[in-house]
């Protein structure tokens, strides 16, 4: 008997970018997901389902084992605070960094090392929180659940936190990169209990994407 596996993950980057990984790793969905409507997709192994969800909810399916496997940013991970969860491997894909930015008429003559106290704009909220606190900074923080460049060009905050590419995005704002809080990449994540009793299945899969990793 073979065992099911469910592997959950979210449209958009992340399965653009992993979809050629699991391919890689000899799982393919039978049918295109950047297209399907489906939320439970079938591949070529009739063990592995794919269920695709938001990125931010990617954390709960898998410590709730309603998925044995996710795939999900460090940044979703950093914010998530639940246990049961195990952070397998890094993908390296979907890769960014979260940074602290301001408007460039202030980072021009801004020293972080000056920092007490700051008003931060952000959807990393405990994230944010736990990287200023550990540096003794205290901040005022507004939840956003994104466009979080607008935040300074309309005065609702000085400063955000936020992921940064190709830093398009904060230059067409008029922002620029002050502080650099960490590097961002998807993670395979596995749920406590399918790793002790899926343990063979869960393994097998895991070396086959280490290798299309690697
Ligand atoms: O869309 P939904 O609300 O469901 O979730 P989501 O927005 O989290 O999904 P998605 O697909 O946008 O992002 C999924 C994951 O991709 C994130 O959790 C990150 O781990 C990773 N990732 C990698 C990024 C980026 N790069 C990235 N550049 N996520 C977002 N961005 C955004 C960033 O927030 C900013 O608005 O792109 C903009 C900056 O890009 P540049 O190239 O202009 O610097
Ligand atoms: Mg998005």
Not at 46 to 58: G, S
Request: overall charge neutral; charged content about 25%.
């Amino acid at each position: 008997m073979t065992t099911a596996l469910n592997i959950a993950l979210s449209k958009g980057r992340i399965l653009e970018e992993g979809l050629p990984l699991l391919e890689r790793a000899g799982i393919r969905p039978t049918e295109n997901p950047l297209k399907s409507r489906k939320l439970i997709l079938d591949t070529n192994l009739p063990e592995v389902k794919l269920t695709i969800i938001r990125a931010a909810d990617v954390p709960t399916y898998v410590q709730f084992g309603a998925a044995d496997l996710g795939i999900a940013g460090k940044d979703v991970l950093m914010e998530y605070e639940g246990d049961g969860l195990y952070e397998l491997l890094d993908l390296k894909i979907a890769r960014c960094r979260m940074m602290v930015a301001e408007p460039k008429s202030l980072a021009s003559r801004d020293d972080p090392d000056s920092w007490t106290r700051l008003r931060i704009a952000t959807k990393y909220v405990k994230t944010t929180q736990r990287h200023f606190a550990a540096k003794g900074i205290q901040t005022d923080i507004i939840k956003l659940y994104g466009s979080m460049e607008l935040a300074p060009l309309v005065g609702l905050s000085d400063r955000i936190v936020d992921l940064v590419d190709t830093g398009n995005t904060l230059k067409a704002n008029g922002l620029a990169e002050v502080e650099h809080i960490a590097d961002i990449s998807a993670w395979l994540v596995a749920n406590r209990a399918s790793m002790k009793m899926k343990q063979q299945a869960l393994k097998s899969l895991v070396n086959r994407l280490e290798q299309a990793v690697a």
